[in-house]
C-alpha cells in the first residue's frame, strides 16, 4: 500500500491506494471520502505525470500554433486541413501509431474569409466595426449603399418589403439594451456552487424539442430570407451582436449546402455601433455606407471536413480502447482558442505526457479530433455511427431536412462491435478554464471510481463528480450509442460572456496554468481507465422510442407545415 502526502496551504490529503480513503482540513469545508470500491491509484504514474507536466508542458505551445499560426479553423476550409495535417504530424514526431484522417464527407463547400470592412461615409466618416458571418458571400468589390431599417421576421414582412429594397443596406433587428456590467466576466467555481453542482433538481429536467422547435421554425425563415434579399437586390444585411464592449458573436449565415442559397453579404455589428447606426436611421438621417467583403467559397475537399485519430497501443488487453477527444474545428470571428483549441491542446499534451512518461496502457488509448462539431456534432456522429452503433435515417421528410441534431431519436439502434470494446470516451470542449470535476451522465456505478481519480488532485482544484449530465459538445455521441461518455467540469472563466464563437475568443483569454492543469488530470483520467482490471461500468443501452410513439412524431412533424 502506497501513502502519498500532499501538503498545500492549509490542506493537507492523504491518499492510500487499496481500501481508498482521503482525509483533509480545508479552509472553507472538511472533505471526508471513501470510495465503494476498491479502487486502486497509481501514484507512483501520477507523480511522473505531475513532473513532465509542471515542469516540462507543451500544452500552451501546442495551443499557440493552432490559435495564432493556423487560426480559425471552419469545417471544410484549408485551415482545418492544415490544422489536420500539422496534428498528425505531431503524433507521428511523439511516436503515436495508426496516425491517420477519417472524413466524414461529403459535407459540403467550404468557406474562407480574406477581407471586409464597413464604413460611414454620412453623416459622418467612421470606420465601423463588424465581421461577415460564415458561408455569405463577398460584395465584389467596395458597394456604396443607403442604411434602411427592414423588420423582416415572418413571411408578411417579406410582402411588405417587396420591391423597396434594391441598392440598400439592410438592418434586421433591433437595437441591444446595453446595461453596465455589475458583475466580472470571469468566473471560477467556489466550493458552495462545486457543492450545489453535485445535487440534482428532479424537477428541473425540460425537454429540448420546445428550443429545437423554435431553432427549426428560426431556420425555416432564413431560407426564405436569403433569396428574397438576393432577389431584391440588397447589397447587404446587418445584424446586431448579441455582446457588448465591442465584441463580436457570429457563426453562419449563408448555408454550407451547395443546393441552398446564401442571400448576399451578411454582417455582424458590433452592439455599440449597430445602435448608433440604428438611432440615426429612426431620426430619419440620410445614412451612407460603404462595405467590401472579399470571402471565397471552397469546392468540397474531403480533407477539410476530417476527424483527427491517433493511438498508443494496449499490452493484454489491447483489443479494448478508452477513448479522449476534443473538436479541432471552430468559428471564425477570433481564432477558435477556448473553442476548442484549449481543449485539443489539452488531449494532445495529455497523450504526450503518458508517452513520455514511460507509461504502458493495458488497453489501447485512442485520441480523436473531431471536425465538424460546431455544425451538429458531424465527425463524432460520423465516427460513431460507422464504427460503435448508428440509428436509421427518419422517413419522415420533414426529419431528413432538419440538421442531425434537431432530429428525433429513431430505432432500433444497430450495436457494432466496437460498441462494446470501448470502456469510456472522455471529452474536453468547456472552455479554456481548469477541470474542477467531472460529470458522471447518471451513471452512478463510475462516481466513486472517479472520486478515487480526482482526488490525488484535489491540491490543482479537482474535486466534484456529479451525477448531472451536460451536452452540446462530442461526449453525447458515444453517450446516446451506449459507450460511457464523459465531459469534465471546467471554470467558466469569460466563455460565455465574453469569447464563445466571438471575435475575442483569442490566444490571450487562456491561461497556461490551466492548460497544465487540465492536461494533467486528463492523462491520469485515461491512464488509470487503461490499466483498470474491468472495464468501466456502464448505463443500459439507450432505448428505441416506441413505435407509438415514432408514429405520433411523425404525425407532429407533418402537421407542422412551418417547421422546415
Known amino acids: 500500500m502506497r501513502m502519498l502526502q500532499v501538503l498545500s496551504g492549509t490542506a493537507m490529503t492523504t491518499i492510500l491506494a487499496g481500501s481508498f480513503a482521503v482525509t483533509g482540513a480545508y479552509a472553507a469545508s472538511s472533505v471526508a471520502i471513501t470510495a465503494a470500491s476498491d479502487e486502486k491509484v497509481d501514484l507512483d504514474l501520477i507523480t511522473r505525470l505531475r513532473d513532465e507536466a509542471m515542469n516540462r508542458s507543451k500544452a500552451q505551445e501546442i495551443f499557440g500554433v493552432l490559435t495564432d499560426e493556423i487560426g480559425p479553423r471552419l469545417t471544410g476550409s484549408p485551415a482545418l486541413r492544415k490544422a489536420g495535417d500539422w496534428t498528425r504530424s505531431k503524433f507521428t514526431e511523439w511516436g503515436l501509431q495508426n496516425v491517420h484522417s477519417e472524413s466524414f464527407a461529403p459535407f459540403g463547400r467550404g468557406w474562407t474569409l480574406e477581407k471586409s470592412s464597413l464604413r460611414m461615409l454620412s453623416p459622418s466618416q467612421v470606420d465601423l466595426y463588424a465581421i461577415p458571418k460564415a458561408w455569405t458571400p463577398g460584395t465584389d468589390g467596395p458597394q456604396r449603399g443607403k442604411l434602411v431599417i427592414a423588420k423582416l421576421a415572418a413571411d408578411e414582412?417579406?410582402?411588405?418589403?417587396?420591391?423597396?429594397?434594391?441598392?440598400?443596406?439592410?438592418?434586421?433587428?433591433?437595437?441591444?439594451?446595453?446595461?453596465?456590467?455589475?458583475?466580472?466576466?470571469?468566473?471560477?467555481?467556489?466550493?458552495?456552487?462545486?457543492?450545489?453542482?453535485?445535487?440534482?433538481?428532479?424537477?428541473?429536467?425540460?425537454?429540448?424539442?420546445?428550443?429545437?422547435?423554435?431553432?427549426?421554425?428560426?431556420?425555416?425563415?432564413?431560407?426564405?430570407?436569403?433569396?428574397?434579399?438576393?432577389?431584391?437586390?440588397?447589397?447587404?444585411?446587418?445584424?446586431?451582436?448579441?455582446?457588448?464592449?465591442?465584441?463580436?458573436?457570429?457563426?453562419?449565415?449563408?448555408?454550407?449546402?451547395?443546393?441552398?442559397?446564401?442571400?448576399?453579404?451578411?454582417?455582424?455589428?458590433?452592439?455599440?455601433?449597430?445602435?448608433?447606426?440604428?438611432?440615426?436611421?429612426?431620426k430619419k438621417k440620410a445614412v451612407e455606407l460603404e462595405i467590401d467583403v472579399k470571402a471565397s467559397f471552397n469546392d468540397e475537399d474531403p480533407e477539410a471536413a476530417i476527424n483527427v485519430l491517433a493511438e498508443i497501443p494496449g499490452t493484454d488487453k489491447k483489443d479494448e480502447i478508452v477513448m479522449l477527444g476534443a473538436h479541432l474545428d471552430s468559428w471564425h470571428g477570433g481564432t477558435g482558442a477556448t473553442d476548442n483549441a484549449a481543449g485539443v491542446a489539452m488531449v494532445m499534451e495529455a497523450v504526450r505526457l503518458l508517452k513520455v512518461s514511460g507509461f504502458k496502457p493495458r488497453r489501447t488509448i485512442r485520441i480523436a479530433l473531431w471536425g465538424g462539431e460546431e455544425e451538429g456534432l458531424l465527425g463524432s456522429r460520423a465516427y460513431v455511427n460507422k464504427w460503435v452503433a448508428s440509428r436509421p435515417e427518419p422517413t419522415d421528410p420533414k426529419e431528413l431536412e432538419l440538421p442531425t441534431?434537431?432530429?428525433?431519436?429513431?430505432?432500433?439502434?444497430?450495436?457494432?462491435?466496437?460498441?462494446?470494446?470501448?470502456?469510456?470516451y472522455f471529452n474536453l470542449d468547456n472552455g479554456g478554464g481548469k477541470i474542477r470535476g467531472i460529470y458522471a451522465e447518471n451513471n452512478a456505478a463510475v462516481k466513486p471510481i472517479f472520486d478515487a481519480w480526482l482526488a490525488p488532485f484535489q491540491d490543482l482544484g479537482a474535486t466534484t463528480t456529479t451525477l448531472r449530465s451536460t451536452g452540446s459538445t462530442d461526449h453525447v455521441s458515444f453517450d446516446r450509442a451506449g459507450v460511457p461518455g464523459f465531459q469534465f467540469i471546467q471554470d467558466d472563466m469569460d466563455y460565455f460572456s465574453r469569447t464563445h464563437h466571438s471575435s475575442m475568443d483569442v490566444y490571450d483569454k487562456v491561461q497556461k496554468s490551466d492548460l497544465t492543469q487540465a492536461s494533467l488530470i486528463m492523462a491520469s483520467f485515461i491512464a488509470h481507465a487503461a490499466n483498470r482490471n474491468d472495464m468501466l461500468p456502464r448505463k443500459p443501452v439507450p432505448k428505441d422510442p416506441p413505435?407509438?410513439?415514432?408514429?405520433?412524431?411523425?404525425?407532429?412533424t407533418t402537421e407542422s407545415g412551418d417547421k422546415k
Not at 441534431?405 to 469510456?424: C, D, E, V
Not at 413505435?547 to 407532429?556: G, H, T, V, Y
Open 157 to 282: 414582412d417579406l410582402a411588405k418589403w417587396k420591391g423597396k429594397l434594391a441598392g440598400t443596406i439592410v438592418l434586421l433587428d433591433d437595437p441591444l439594451p446595453i446595461k453596465p456590467h455589475m458583475k466580472a466576466d470571469a468566473h471560477r467555481y467556489s466550493h458552495e456552487e462545486l457543492d450545489e453542482l453535485i445535487k440534482i433538481d428532479l424537477e428541473a429536467a425540460p425537454s429540448r424539442r420546445g428550443d429545437i422547435a423554435t431553432y427549426v421554425k428560426q431556420l425555416n425563415f432564413r431560407k426564405k430570407l436569403r433569396p428574397f434579399l438576393t432577389e431584391e437586390k440588397v447589397i447587404a444585411a446587418l445584424n446586431v451582436t448579441r455582446g457588448e464592449d465591442g465584441t463580436i458573436f457570429v457563426q453562419e449565415g449563408g448555408s454550407y449546402k451547395k443546393d441552398e442559397a446564401t442571400g448576399p453579404a451578411n454582417l455582424v455589428v458590433a452592439s455599440e455601433t449597430y445602435n448608433r447606426l440604428y438611432r440615426l436611421v429612426e
Open 405 to 424: 441534431f434537431a432530429r428525433k431519436p429513431t430505432g432500433p439502434l444497430s450495436i457494432k462491435p466496437m460498441q462494446g470494446k470501448i470502456s469510456a
Open 547 to 556: 413505435a407509438d410513439e415514432k408514429k405520433e412524431e411523425a404525425k407532429d
